[in-house]
């Protein structure tokens, strides 16, 4: 079953909640996308949540988040294999 990821703002973290149970607070979009990416978890299996106590997450930011994800995963991709 793939992991899904559910993403708020908590005061100036980025907060990802993992369907597996696991949760991760980084202080940067472009953190948590190189975190995302490594765990193999694709843009389009990421949400975003907004609710009471949690800032808001601009549509800017949600485009760069996933853009960076996109842009990780193509890259990986593209990386010679080692002999």
Do not use: C, Y
């Amino acid at each position: 079953m793939p992991i899904t990821v559910t993403v708020t703002m908590m005061e100036s973290r980025f907060v990802a909640t993992l369907t597996d149970g696991r949760d991760f607070a980084k202080p940067s979009l472009g953190e948590l996308a190189h975190l995302l990416a490594r765990l193999g978890v694709p843009a389009a299996d990421v949400q975003f949540h907004w609710g009471a106590g949690e800032r808001m997450i601009t549509a800017g930011q949600k485009v760069a988040l996933l853009a960076e994800i996109n842009r990780l995963g193509q890259q990986k991709k593209t990386l010679p294999v080692a002999a």
